[in-house]
C-alpha cells in the first residue's frame, strides 16, 4: 500500500487526515510481519483546500469581471459600429462594408467571452443549479466544439453542501475537456443520478480511451479531479480501454440530504 489517503476519527478530538504506507515480509507464502508509517497530514490538507477556495474565487472574480466590464464594453462598441455602418451606408460603401464587418466580428468576440465568463463563473450551482449548470455545460459543448454532448438527470439533486456544486461541476468540465482535447471524442454523455443521500455524476465519451499508466494516473488534470472528489467526500473511479472511450464516474454518499421522516399517525 502506497500514499493511501484516509481520514482517522480519534474520541474527543477533530478528525485527523493521514496518508499510510505499508507493506510486509513473506516468507513461504506465510506473512512474517508488516511495517506500517502513518503520516498526519491534517496541516497539508487545509492549506490544499485552502488554497482551492481562493482558486475558486478569483475565478468567480475574474468570471464576473469580463461579464460586467469587458462585454458591456464591446456590446458598446458593436452598437457604435452598427451605427457607423449605416451612416457610411450612401456616402461610401467600402467604408460600409469594413464598418458592418468590424461589427460582426465584435458580436463574435462577444459571444466568446460571455462563454468564458459563463466557464469561469458557472452559474446557479448551489442546492439544486447544479443541474442547471451541467445543462449549460453540456450546450456550450455543443456549440463551442460540434460535439455531440447531451445532459440526462435522474432524481432530485438539492445538495446538503451548496460547494458541491462547484467541485462536481469543475470534475464534469475537466472529463468533457480531457474527452475532446485526448480522446477527439465525437459523443459525450452527462448524467446526475441520486439515490438515496448519495449523489453520482459520470461523464461518458466515445473516444480514444487509453492504457491506463502511471503517467496517466499522474497528470494534472487526473489528480485535481480526484482531489475535488476527496474534498467533496466522496470517490472517483475512471474506466477506460484504449479505442473504446473513457467513462469518469463520482459518487459522493451523503451528499443529499435525508428525507424527512414521517411522523407516527
Known sequence: MRDYRACVQLPDRPPREVLIDANGLWDGGRLV???????DISRSVQLEREILAISEQEQRRLGQDLHDDLCQQLAGIGFLSQRLAGKLENRDSAAAAMAAELSVL????LERTRELARGLSPVRL?????????RELAAQTRRVFGVACHFRARGAARLANPSLGTHLYRIAQEAVTNAIKHGAARHIELRLSARGTTLALSVRDDGAGFKPDRRHQTGMGLRIMQYRAEVAGGSLLIQTRKGNGT???CRVPGALPAPPRKSAP
Open 247 to 249: 467513462v469518469v464516474t
Open 33 to 39: 510481519h508488516s511495517r506500517w508509517f502513518v503520516r
Open 126 to 134: 448551489e442546492a439544486e443549479g447544479l443541474a442547471d449548470g451541467l
Open 106 to 109: 465584435v458580436q463574435q468576440t
